[in-house]
């Protein structure tokens, strides 16, 4: 079985060595190095982990990242490149399942950072993976959306998600569906039907976790 979150992980590290630690990336005000510290915080920090998404411990979290980010960059992406066995998030039970939709995410983080980038021709074994993770994904962050709102991975699968008001359809591959709905919409390449004025709601919205 293909292990794509490694293979995405690889190919990660190995652009950031090409484009260095200050290359831009679709996070807004973030570099290459702090996209970097992002992830190891993520796989070698659990007790400043939590701040990725609770607020309260946000703070002491971007502490902790500022000093990883200060870190010679050759180490600092091969911390990236060699997660520890002993995390939750990448050891070898949980790293397909935790990781695959994460290292796709920000390669293509850094990837379409430049002018002149063009969507990967994506195996259909991995484009079913990433399906699997944006249904959750679209789950959580769309299900109180103020729209009906129809997600469609044609030949993958599609879900109605939101909770009422205009009726949107948002059309695309489970790869671009995955960097629209983790608020990357300016990359994204989908389709959004629907009134104009709701779709462009739709593609202006702070999505994501």
Not at 86 to 92: G, H, T, V
């Amino acid at each position: 079985m293909p292990r794509y979150a490694r293979s995405e992980r690889e190919a990660l590290a190995d652009l950031m060595l090409e484009r260095g630690p200050d290359a831009p990336t679709v996070n807004e005000g973030w570099t290459t190095r702090d996209l970097a510290a992002h992830l190891v915080l993520r796989e070698r920090r659990p007790d400043a982990a939590g701040g990725i998404l609770l607020s309260p411990l946000r703070g002491y979290a971007e502490r902790v990242r500022l000093r990883i980010a200060a870190r010679p960059w050759a180490a600092l992406v091969g911390q990236v490149r060699r997660p520890p066995v002993w995390s939750p998030l990448s050891n070898p039970l949980t790293d397909e399942l935790a990781n695959t939709l994460e290292f796709f995410i920000h390669h293509e983080d850094v990837r379409r950072a430049r002018p002149g980038w063009q969507p990967r021709d994506l195996p259909s074994d991995l484009q079913g993976r990433l399906w699997q993770r944006v249904a959750l994904l679209a789950r959580a962050a769309l299900r109180r959306y103020p729209a009906d709102l129809l997600v469609q991975a044609l030949g993958y699968g599609e879900l109605a998600v939101g909770r009422g008001g205009d009726r949107l359809r948002l059309v695309g591959c489970p790869g671009e569906l995955a960097l629209f709905l983790s608020g990357r919409q300016r990359v994204a390449r989908v389709q959004v039907d629907g009134p104009p004025a709701a779709a462009e709601r739709l593609r202006a919205a702070r999505l994501g976790l």
